[in-house]
């Protein structure tokens, strides 16, 4: 078999339904054998939105998303949204092709350095140098993106190892002596933890991505309802808990509920399982949760005590520690007292807008998410649109709420709904975009109308890149910086494409407009035109403490 | 203070790479850095002396050298019993000082000369650093003309 062929048997054999990608010099060979294959192949209008499409399948699924890009631009073009997964740890296999072996360094035409430009964008990468080793580093690749914590894995192919003759061997197991993540917490560990907690008073659960990508929601609302406290989420965590469970607080951070985040800064036990502390969440890091212990869960030994000290690490899957947990607990702790005062919090600080007769972005969210009977998968773009979907959907279900949220890519939103939808082609897959983010990757409408993946694009339109425009006016003495943004006619725009656009400029039309995209059988783009200066709040300034927020406080 | 770390890695390309492009981009601050295969010829052994007072920054760095896909085992050998040693070349010019003069100076710490010209001496010393500084702050007077060293390699005691 020749090296193309190699790789496109191992990608079936690793279960790969569906590539995105983009055709190019130096991916000749490899798009020959494409042209035979069984695999579903889904050309993208930018490669951006290929590498994106394939992380909003990996997240809508959990199988690893697959994106193919040729040499130098079109493997450059890959990069934004390799960084996008890594930050998120999301198993992704993007394929580049790369110059011949011998060409390699001689600044050949489309040539780049790959494997260097990703190196501390993946979690590893491979610049293949011999068709024989193409099997073995595929399988490898494929084990180390999708097992531990996941993320990306680049494989560069210079075009003579896509040509050349080789064996086919594959190899059944993968054993690397370099990579062994644990599983399972150690049984030491989780003891104490577990003596901790039975003697917490206002213990705390803080829960992330790690649930999701560890299938541990399940574990999760046994453990929160055995132990009877309450339980945050980070925005990477939404849908790992439902949403409107009793214990409940909702998103904490720099955009979470005010209760959430003084539950954090009162508690004297916060049990963070698959969270990183970062910094959007912590806040002023010095002056974070001072009155709590830390028990952390996390299958990457380094995120534990990167940014703020531990008391109990537990090395592991999630699912697994969470499971120890549940056995190893035998008194929870006694949290009425502490309920006391969060329901204080709650009644004092509810999540809530000022309704009007313009057109509220919370409005449009919410009524999304009634027309869906929350049953929707939820993209989004960065900004003020990404938090708004956050706060104002009730998720119930793990992968439902698509969003880059360690790197903050503007654009990501719409190309990974397509990949998503591509993933879950029976559930509705909306984009919550902002008019700014939605322009960087709206080439990608094309994509979904020549292929039918019937996305429905929900644009808040407030003619300003809003999140930036917001930290203008509260802290930049509304000195509007290059944030007002003009953008074109969307619906002649979404017409032009073979896509629908509807036009929505009056509350009244909100409900019915949605309505019309579900019941639509093709890519719907909605320009809803938003109140223009509505803020996000609860907010809390960069830097400060997470309890002491700013606005929307009622 | 200074710490000594010895990595394992897989004997392949680009793991140099990988190591200091995480130093770098992480902030982390190389001392030195020395690089060898071991008896086994697929994997390296690279000694890695950072300075850091900072515990979470040393366990951070420790941590994210696991991390990489390619590193085998890590080990500070700082909280161990060690040897370690550096291997330096001075070119020392014999305009000030007599090649009998400098044989007695390095005799003392176990230096050699190893070259001489009519106008110069190579001085090779095997050492640890605090012998190395000493030596070199002798020879300074006489004129140092050029320097080259190693970095720290390290093997552990039992």
Not at chain 2, 94 to 116: F, P
């Amino acid at each position: 078999m020749n090296g193309s062929e190699i790789l496109l048997e191992c990608l079936k054999r690793e279960g790969v339904e569906v590539i995105f990608g983009y055709p190019g010099g130096s991916v000749l060979p490899l798009f020959d054998k494409l042209y035979e294959s069984d695999i579903r192949f889904i050309l993208t209008r930018h490669e951006q939105g290929a590498a994106h499409a394939a992380d909003g399948y990996a997240r809508a699924t959990g199988k690893v998303g697959v994106c193919i890009a040729t040499s130098g631009p079109g493997a450059t073009n890959l990069v934004t949204g390799i960084a996008t997964a890594h930050m998120d740890s999301i198993p992704m296999i993007a394929i580049t092709g790369q110059v011949k072996t011998f060409l390699i360094g001689n600044d050949a035409f489309q040539e780049a350095d790959l494997t260097g430009i990703t190196r501390s964008i993946t979690k590893h990468n491979y610049l293949v140098k011999d068709t024989k080793e193409l099997a073995s580093t595929i399988r490898e690749a494929f084990h180390i993106a999708s097992t531990g914590r996941p993320g990306p894995v680049l494989i560069d192919i210079p075009v003579d190892v896509q040509i050349g003759e080789s064996d086919f061997i594959w190899p059944e197991e993968v054993n690397m002596r370099s990579y062994q993540p644990t599983f399972f917490g150690h049984p030491g560990q989780i003891k104490k933890a577990a003596r901790l907690i039975s003697k917490a008073k206002k213990p705390v659960i803080y829960a992330g991505g790690g649930i999701i990508i560890s299938g541990a929601s399940h574990e999760l609302k046994t453990f929160t309802e055995k132990l009877k406290a309450p339980l945050t989420w980070t925005l990477m965590g939404i849908g790992a808990f439902p949403s409107d469970h009793e214990l409940s607080l909702g998103m904490l951070g720099m955009h979470g509920t005010a209760y959430a985040n003084h539950a954090i800064m009162e508690s004297d036990l916060i049990i963070a399982v698959g969270a990183r502390f970062d910094d959007r969440v912590t806040g002023k890091i010095d002056e974070f949760a001072p009155h709590a212990k830390i028990i952390h869960i996390d299958i990457d030994p380094a995120s534990i005590s990167k940014n703020v000290k531990v008391d109990i690490p537990i090395v592991g899957d999630a699912k697994n520690i969470l499971g120890q947990l549940i056995e190893e607990i035998k008194t929870p702790p006694k949290t009425l007292e502490w309920f006391k005062s969060i329901e204080a919090w709650k009644n004092k600080h509810p999540m809530t807008y000022k309704d009007s007769s313009k057109i509220k972005p919370q409005y449009v969210i919410e009524q999304i998410y009634e027309a869906t009977n929350g049953e929707a998968i939820i993209a989004t773009e960065v900004g003020q649109n990404q938090m708004w979907a956050a706060q104002w959907y009730n998720y119930k279900y793990p992968r439902t709420y698509i969003s880059s949220g360690g790197l903050g890519t503007m654009g990501y939103g719409f190309p990974a709904a397509m990949g998503a939808k591509v993933g879950c082609p029976d559930k509705e897959v909306i984009d919550i975009a902002g008019d700014g983010s939605i322009q960087m990757n709206i080439q990608e409408l094309a994509t979904c109308v020549c292929n039918k993946i019937n996305v429905k694009i929900a644009i808040l339109n407030n003619g300003y890149l809003g999140m930036v425009r917001q930290w203008q006016e509260l802290f930049y003495k509304k000195r509007y910086s290059h944030t007002c943004i003009s953008h074109p006619d969307f619906v002649k725009l979404a017409e032009s494409f073979g896509a629908v656009g509807i036009l929505v400029e009056k509350k009244e039309d909100v409900r019915p407009a949605i309505e019309k995209s579900l019941k639509t059988d093709n890519t719907v783009l909605i320009d809803f035109r938003i109140d223009p200066e509505e803020n996000v709040f609860p907010m809390v300034p960069a830097g400060q403490a997470i309890n002491r927020m700013i606005g929307g406080m009622a | 203070m200074k710490h000594t770390i010895s990595a394992l890695v897989e004997n392949k390309f680009g793991v140099l790479a990988r190591i200091s492009g995480l130093f770098s981009a992480r902030g982390f601050n190389i001392d030195s850095l020395a690089v060898g295969v071991t008896e086994d010829p697929q994997v390296s052994r690279m000694t890695i002396v950072v300075n850091t007072k900072d515990e979470r920054i040393l366990e951070q760095i420790k941590k994210q050298l696991n991390k990489l896909i390619d590193v085998i085992t890590v080990i500070d050998l700082t909280k161990r019993e060690f040897i370690g040693r550096e291997l330096v070349l001075f070119k020392v010019s014999l305009d000030k000082i007599k090649k009998t003069n400098l044989a007695k100076l390095i005799k003392r710490v176990e230096g050699k000369i190893i070259k001489t010209t009519s106008k110069e001496a190579i001085v090779e010393l095997s050492a640890e650093q605090d012998d190395i500084k000493e030596l070199f702050n002798k020879l300074k007077d006489a004129g140092v003309k050029e320097l080259t060293r190693t970095g720290r390699i390290a093997i552990s005691i039992n």
